[in-house]
């Protein structure tokens, strides 16, 4: 048997094909290549428990292009016998005028993990889909393609996101996400984690998947919002780099590709770019596979945060020539990407944040003008193993965007728990220095610990002030108190930034703007507007 057989309209009818028609298509198409294939002959009736038995994690669609976009789903089975699985994507939430499908044969190989990269869908429209096994029905999801390549839409609106921990928190920001109108949730990494020592085969990456998409309103979210993803260290160990045991990395990757809706490819790698017309283009990175480790802690900071000195061994490693987080062929990669765009809006899609994260500074004017040897940029930094530890690598990426004068340049980041707005320079202590780029980075979804758990509020709101006002010009806006996600409306003459933030421990929770942004197109820098 073939392992995949597809049916459509013929080309250039422009019509649907009923669902009737459909699968008596497909059952002769299965009938010339197979045996023993009795579910097409069931009951198509749809039962909730039985869909919940046979696909226990939910449906996912992501990685929108104009034509289509890669639909997912796990089929749960109690031996390693292969499954049959009917795929098909309609126009109507009923799935009657049905317009791709076929099926597939899952096992054991890949977790019983199901892709299908659909093809062949018109551009800039949503479509339905769904899959079936032995006549048992999953809950029918939603799928988006992109806009054409070339055409000028006129908006986009997207959600990112990260850190999905399953605590004592409830899931009220996925709810809320659902219900935000976006065109797709850009997830920035820690959708599960790992344990640091008890997460190490194929089977246990599995298994932290699975316990993660039982959650309902998880899985609501991804049936309703198509998911683009990114991974961080949560879905390997805490603080992985290229140095780690390369089994365990192995694995984990494997496990990443099996359960998200993307394609894996020979070299495993998941830096990608999506486009959104010539409105927009997401250059997707992997700050996580290819970077030196990062530069340990070795100082605190009020009692809160632990940081690094400059001054103070290893601190200074920080400044080192050719340390790296995007690796040399990623970074040349993005510099061919941002270079030959012809988006107006570049945006990057980093799982931890890029601009600086100073809370002492060491390089003030005065300090430089007295002591021409000082060390540039010097000062404490909160730990956070994100680009400060890789100071030459980002300056020169900053620097790159400025000599071929690469405008609407955006970042969005996750992983620090923490809400910031940040304009990005190539030498953020030189007030001369041209802004490059401006950063949006999202609180956690979740909440562990609390913040209130780390220090009180009053405390924490201490600390947001000494941030803002430490001889930061280019910090425009800190939240150490809050979870929650981000929403970004794009359009040709601007955009608008919201952080949407929600109490992750109240389960009626709703969302509200606490952070109102814009960047208008060709002007640099962020303009706060609430």
């Not at 193993?385 to 000599?403: G, K, N, P, S, T």
Request: with cysteine.
């Amino acid at each position: 048997m073939k392992p995949d057989l597809e049916i459509a309209p013929p080309r250039g009818t422009g019509r649907t094909m009923p669902r009737r028609e459909f699968l008596r298509a497909l059952s002769v198409l299965v009938a010339a290549g197979a045996t023993g294939q009795s579910f097409l002959a069931a009951d198509y009736a749809r039962a909730d428990d039985q869909a919940a038995q046979f696909f226990p994690d939910g449906i996912k669609s992501g990685d929108p292009t104009p034509g289509g976009a890669v639909i997912w789903t796990r089929v749960a089975t109690e031996n390693a016998e292969r499954v049959a699985v009917l795929w098909s994507v309609a126009e109507d939430a009923l799935m009657q005028n049905v317009v791709r499908g076929g099926f597939r044969l899952v096992d054991a190989s890949t977790g019983h993990n199901l892709h299908v990269k659909v093809r062949g869908l018109r551009p800039d429209r949503w479509y339905h889909y769904r899959f079936e096994v032995k006549g048992v029905g999953s809950v029918v999801g939603r799928l988006r393609t992109a806009p054409r390549t070339f055409s000028s839409p006129d908006h986009l609106r997207y959600a990112f996101a990260s850190c999905q921990q399953r605590t004592q928190s409830h899931y009220v920001a996925h709810r809320a996400i659902a219900n935000e109108n976006v065109d797709f949730l850009l997830h920035l990494g820690d959708y599960i984690y790992a344990s640091d020592s008890g997460t190490q085969t194929v089977e246990d990456y599995r298994g932290v998947y699975q316990r993660f998409h039982s959650n309902p309103e998880l899985q609501a979210l991804q049936a309703q919002v198509p998911l683009v993803a990114v991974w961080d260290d949560g879905e390997f160990y805490n603080g992985v780099d290229r140095t780690g045991d390369p089994q365990r990395l192995a694995n984990a990757r494997q496990a990443w590709f099996e359960a998200m809706p993307v394609m894996r490819n020979l070299t495993d790698r998941t830096y990608r770019s999506l486009r959104w017309g010539n409105l927009a283009e997401f250059m997707l990175l992997d700050t996580r596979q290819y970077r030196d480790p990062e530069v340990p802690a070795n100082t605190t900071f009020a009692g809160l945060l632990d940081a690094q000195d400059t001054t103070i061994p290893p601190g200074e490693e920080m400044f080192e020539p050719g340390r790296t987080t995007l690796g040399s062929w990623q970074l040349a990669w993005l510099a061919r990407r941002l270079a030959r765009s012809r988006a107006q809006w570049k945006i990057l899609g980093s799982s931890y944040d890029m601009a600086p994260w100073k809370l002492v500074d060491f390089d003030t004017p005065e300090l430089r003008a007295a002591d021409p040897d000082l060390q540039k940029n010097g000062g404490i930094y909160v730990s956070n193993e994100a680009w400060d530890d890789y100071q030459d690598e980002r300056r020169r990426l900053m620097r790159f965007i400025e000599r071929w004068k690469i405008a609407n340049v955006l970042v969005s980041a996750g992983h620090t728990h923490f809400y910031k707005a940040s304009n990005i320079q190539p030498d953020f202590d030189d007030i001369n220095s041209p802004i490059t780029a401006m950063e949006f980075v999202t609180g956690s979804m979740t909440a562990d610990p609390l913040p209130t758990e780390i220090a009180p509020i009053e405390l924490l709101q201490l600390a947001e002030n000494i941030m803002l006002e430490a001889n930061n010009p280019y910090l425009r806006h800190v939240d150490l108190l809050h979870q929650g996600y981000v929403v970004v409306d794009v359009t040709p003459e601007e955009t608008i930034v919201k952080f949407r933030v929600i109490d992750t421990l109240d389960p009626t929770a709703e969302a509200q703007t606490r952070g109102h942004f814009r960047v208008v197109n060709g002007v640099p820098g962020i303009e706060t507007l609430a």
